[in-house]
Every structure is written in C-alpha cells, then in structure tokens.
T-cell receptor, first 113, second 113 residues
Framework: SQQGEEDPQALSIQEGENATMNCSYK?????LQWYRQNSGRGLVHLIL?????REKHSGRLRVTLDTSKKSSSLLITASRAADTASYFC?????????????FGTGTSLTVIP | ETGVTQTPRHLVMGMTNKKSLKCEQH?????MYWYKQSAKKPLELMFV???????ENNSVPSRFSPECPNSSHLFLHLHTLQPEDSALYLC????????????FGPGTRLTVT
C-alpha cells in the first residue's frame, strides 16, 4: 500500500532535547505532510513539503524529504512538555477523482518536564 | 480550533441501534472526508465527497452510510454495527484542488456494545 510508516512507534525524551521522527512510504508522491494529534482529538496540520523540496522549516520544526529513499524526517528542536502528542505523516496519491491521503500509525512522543 | 465541528463527541450504542454522526464546517471547503481511527492501526479513509458528490468509498461495509446534503455538512449514518466498529471517527475538510492541507474535527469516540 501507499501508507506512510512512522518510526519509531514511541519516543520519550527530556524537555529541551530534540526529537526526530521518520516516515517511509512506497510509491511516488506529490507532497508529504506531517500532522499532530493530541490524545483523543483530531489531527492538526503542521507542515507540507513538496516532492521537489528537500527541506522545510517552520518555527521549531524542520522537515526533510528524500524522494530517492522514499523517506522523510520531522525534527522538533528544544522540545517542550506541550509537544507531547502523536505525530503522523501523510502521503498523497493522485487518483481519478483527485488527491487522496494515506496516513501511517504515527509516532507517540512523550516530552518529560 | 480548526473550524470543523463534530457531534456527538462520544457515543455508546448497541448493535441493533441506529445513530448518526454529524460533521460541520463553515470554512468554504469543497471536499469532506470520513476517517476511522482504531488503536495501533493507520487512519483509514472511509468516504470522500467533492462538491457534495461522493467520489470515494473505500470498500466500507453498508452498515455505514454517508450523506452530504450540502458542502458544509456531512453525516455518517450507522446501523447494526459490530463491536469491532468501535473507534474514533474523524471528519476532515479540504479547500479543494491545489490545496492539500486537511482540517480535522475533534472526532466522535464510538463504542459499540
């Protein structure tokens, strides 16, 4: 399937440390997005990186994309307790009816104060 | 707040009940989605509507019946569900072609007894 797969499944770090999550996918994409989900809530869009981009920044977030390896990474710098959440990558596939998005199982991040 | 609301937030129903989930957005978005999120599984796309027309049905059992009366409202009608249908049901909207960010509602936590 086209699903993105995040790695690791769970990550626990101390406040102030950096957190890195990875995403791998299987087929060609137009873009890749990262979302965040607090426990029992909906997903919130964080950042989108297009297939012709290699790196993108947004505040404390840094996303890289390597289309040759079909992988992406999300780096959260200077983590805070409020960053505790699950993080998902979403890859898109163009179907005959439009773009569809495929999410992975997510990385559960715990930031310890 | 993403601008997408879902009601109810929690629902417990028996296998013989009929209930409906509601999703509403006044963001002017043209596409709306239903997803199912089960523990330790990827987010599963169920239905997609573009301009009120259903464009995707990802082999969802007929006990789930979507309805999109206008571009701002999306319903998921439920009947004779199974315990394995217990999950978090998420609604999302998307502006339309050329804009890939999805806006998610907080979800409905469904428990089938």
């Amino acid at each position: 399937s086209q699903q993105g797969e995040e790695d690791p499944q769970a990550l626990s770090i101390q406040e102030g440390e950096n957190a890195t999550m990875n995403c791998s996918y299987k087929t060609s994409i137009n873009n890749l997005q990262w979302y965040r989900q607090n426990s029992g809530r909906g997903l919130v869009h964080l950042i989108l990186i297009r297939s012709n981009e290699r790196e993108k920044h947004s505040g404390r977030l840094r996303v890289t994309l390597d289309t040759s390896k079909k992988s992406s990474s999300l780096l959260i710098t200077a983590s805070r307790a409020a960053d505790t959440a699950s993080y998902f990558c979403a890859t898109d596939a163009l179907t005959h009816t439009g773009n569809q998005f495929y999410f992975g199982t997510g990385t559960s991040l715990t930031v310890i104060p | 707040e993403t601008g997408v609301t879902q009601t109810p937030r929690h629902l417990v129903m028996g296998m013989t009940n009929k209930k409906s989930l509601k999703c509403e957005q006044h963001l002017g978005h043209n596409a709306m989605y239903w997803y199912k999120q089960s523990a330790k599984k990827p987010l599963e796309l169920m239905f997609v509507y573009n301009f009120k027309e259903q464009t995707e049905n990802n082999s969802v059992p007929s006990r789930f019946s979507p309805e999109c009366p206008n571009s701002s409202h999306l319903f998921l009608h439920l009947h004779t569900l199974q315990p394995e249908d217990s999950a978090l049901y998420l609604c999302a909207s998307q502006p339309g072609q050329g804009s890939y960010e999805q806006y998610f509602g907080p979800g409905t936590r469904l428990t089938v007894t």
